[in-house]
Each structure stands twice: as C-alpha cells, then as structure tokens.
C-alpha cells in the first residue's frame, strides 16, 4: 500500500517548451502532496506543498509562475515547468501524506528526470 | 526554521559489518518526528526507520536502529550486518507537526554509504 507514482519518469525538452510532470497516489487518498527538487549529489529542497482544492504554498526563491501545481483531486498533483531553461534542468520527486495512516509519513514518487537542451 | 546536519558525506563499511551513521539537528519545536530515508541508484526514497520525539525508547526495524538523544538534538542511525544492498545515500530527516510547516520534511545533505565485499 501507499504507492506514489510519477509520469513521466524521463524527459527532454526544448528550451521555451513547458513540461508537465504528474504525481498520483494509487491506492489513498493525499489530500497533502509535495514537490521536492533534487540536483545531482545533493540532498531534497522542498519546492511547494500542495493542498487539493487550494492554491500550492511555495517555498522562499521558488518562482510560481515557472513552477506552476496543480492538485484539483485527491489522487492527483501536476507540476509544470513552464518555459523551461537548461537550469530548470533536475531531478523532481513528488510525495504525498495519507491521512488515514495518521499522515506522519510522507510517501514517495520513483522521481522525473527532466533535461532541457 | 529547522536544520539538519549530517557531518559525514561518505562512509564505508565491510560487509556484515557495523556502521553508524550521525546526524544533529535544530529546532525550537516540541513536536515532532525524525527519519532516515535510503536513496539508492534508483533515486526511489525508501523509509528506513522513523522516531517520534516524544517517545524515549530508541526506535528498531530489523538490521537498523537509532540513538535518540533529545536534550543533545542528536539522531544516529546504526545498521548491524551490513549487506550490499545497504550501499545507497541516506538522508536524516526532521517532521514537524505543529506550528509553522507542519508536516513538512526538512533534509540533511546526505551521506553517501558504500558496503564492500
């Protein structure tokens, strides 16, 4: 139980292109999911938390308008990267809290590579 | 706001050996979990074990277990007979539940884990 998954899990764009990431709880209910940015040999920095049915609070120097979420049910939470630049260019894991195991864990997606040439 | 420090960005340990992993944090709150987490090649974070501050018995799964020590803020993570399959990057994580950022995980930069044959 408690599988996260993320699609896709591999992508290369264009510079100017947005790229959408998609972050699902198969098997329960997120009503909280987060998105995590991970550059190689480094630790997770928290991006966001998503609320479903509410705006995403994003975390100090993550720009909203480039990062844009949205988690309009309780299975799903999308990020978009929108006109993509080589430094967007990361690793992204989502993860999700499931409230009906007391929500003090967080669950994590496999990760989206994203490349932008 | 919380740190988490991890003092050793790599380790090595001979298999079916013994290695203990450190990790410090900071934080005026009262409430809260700590957790190491395991990346490994795949970059899937895995949970390997969790401890709520509030309980004083030193949480246990399996081959791990960790020294909690509130009053130094301290969390270490001890892995008994090392396997292969350890080798991954670990990750001390601190999870507040109350106040400013509730159920948001805050890092540590890592430590990097090599288990020789």
């Known amino acids: 139980g408690a599988v996260v998954s993320q699609h896709p899990s591999w992508v290369i764009c264009k510079s100017g292109t947005s790229v959408k990431i998609e972050c699902r709880s198969l098997?329960?209910?997120?009503?909280?999911m987060f998105w995590y940015r991970q550059f190689p040999k480094q630790s997770l920095m928290l991006m966001a938390t998503s609320n479903e049915g509410s705006k995403a609070t994003y975390e100090q120097g993550v720009e909203k308008d480039k990062f844009l979420i949205n988690h309009a049910s309780l299975t799903l939470s999308t990020l978009t990267v929108t006109s993509a630049h080589p430094e967007d260019s990361s690793f992204y894991i989502c993860?999700?809290?499931?409230?009906?195991?007391?929500?003090?864990?967080?669950?994590f997606g496999p990760g989206t590579r994203l490349t932008v040439l | 706001a919380q740190t988490v420090t991890q003092s050793q960005p790599e380790m090595s340990v001979q298999e079916a050996e013994t290695v203990t992993l450190s990790c410090t944090y900071d934080?005026?709150?009262?409430?809260?979990?700590l957790f190491w987490y395991k990346q490994p090649p795949s970059r899937q974070m895995i949970l390997v074990i969790r401890q709520e501050a509030y309980k004083q018995q030193n949480a246990t799964e399996n081959r791990f277990s960790v020294n909690f020590q509130k009053a130094a803020k301290s969390f270490s993570l001890k892995i008994s007979d090392s396997q292969l399959g350890d080798t991954a990057m670990y990750f001390c994580a601190f999870m507040n539940y109350s106040g400013a950022g509730s159920y948001q995980l805050t890092f540590g930069k890592g430590t990097k884990l090599s288990v020789i044959p």
């Open positions: 098997d329960f209910q997120a009503t909280t």
């Open positions: 934080t005026s709150e009262n409430n809260y979990y």
């Open positions: 993860s999700a809290r499931d409230l009906q195991r007391g929500g003090n864990e967080q669950f």
